[in-house]
T-cell receptor, first 113, second 110 residues
Framework: EAGVTQFPSHSVIEKGQTVTLRCDPISGHDNLYWYRRVMGKEIKFLLHFVKESKQDESGMPNNRFLAERTGGTYSTLKVQPAELEDSGVYFC???????????FGQGTRLTVV | RKEVEQDPGPFNVPEGATVAFNCTYSNSASQSFFWYRQDCRKEPKLLMSVYSSGNEDGRFTAQLNRASQYISLLIRDSKLSDSATYLCVVSARGYNKLIFGAGTRLAVHP
């Protein structure tokens, strides 16, 4: 069975550009999470979907970040316009029910120059 | 103050050694506790959940002290393959999100 997959694995963009990250959760997992690790810091929660609904977006840094999960399957996280401080590794995770088993994707390493 | 605090290490130990990591959390409403393992440039992977009564999985033992808001992970008979960063993770009652510590780096050498 495929795990959580994320695309792209790496992205280098210029400040001011737009980038869209994609996450495909494990099939059947209603819960989908986005996390981010900026260099030297701990992994931080961004938001949580249950199916297509945003359950908690308290971790989203600002309105330059937009997450969607149309149809309750894959999710996208768009950063527009990107700033230097957005650089980091963006992880997606999914779980069937509770947090007991949250599986992470390999992450997208975003570099804004 | 960080919600989850860990000693960043690194802990450099020889193969076969026993090593212990500690973690403290600040939110007394924390409900669920986990240890994740993260290899360099890889995703975090669940190592084990931590239960109130303590639990063991092979060479790994996790303990929880709610009164002191403290979690520990003990690794016995360290292997080279145990080299990784160990992340202490908690979640609060009613909140379906994970709060991560910054991780403790372990390096096991021959």
């Amino acid at each position: 069975e495929a795990g959580v997959t994320q695309f792209p694995s790496h992205s280098v963009i210029e400040k001011g550009q737009t980038v869209t990250l994609r996450c495909d959760p494990i099939s059947g997992h209603d819960n989908l999470y986005w996390y981010r690790r900026v260099m030297g810091k701990e992994i931080k929660f961004l938001l949580h979907f249950v199916k297509e609904s945003k359950q908690d977006e308290s971790g989203m840094p600002n309105n330059r970040f937009l997450a969607e999960r149309t149809g309750g399957t894959y999710s996208t996280l768009k950063v527009q316009p990107a700033e230097l401080e957005d650089s980091g590794v963006y992880f997606c995770a999914s779980s069937l029910g509770s947090l007991t088993e949250a599986f992470f994707g390999q992450g997208t390493r975003l570099t804004v120059v | 103050r960080k919600e989850v605090e860990q000693d960043p290490g690194p802990f450099n130990v020889p193969e076969g050694a026993t090593v212990a990591f500690n973690c403290t959390y600040s939110n007394s409403a924390s409900q669920s506790f986990f240890w994740y393992r993260q290899d360099c440039r890889k995703e975090p992977k669940l190592l084990m959940s931590v239960y109130s009564s303590g639990n063991e999985d092979g060479r790994f033992t996790a303990q929880l002290n709610r009164a002191s808001q403290y979690i520990s992970l003990l690794i016995r008979d360290s292997k080279l393959s145990d080299s990784a960063t160990y992340l202490c993770v908690v979640s609060a009652r009613g909140y379906n999100k994970l709060i991560f510590g910054a991780g403790t780096r372990l390096a096991v050498h021959p």
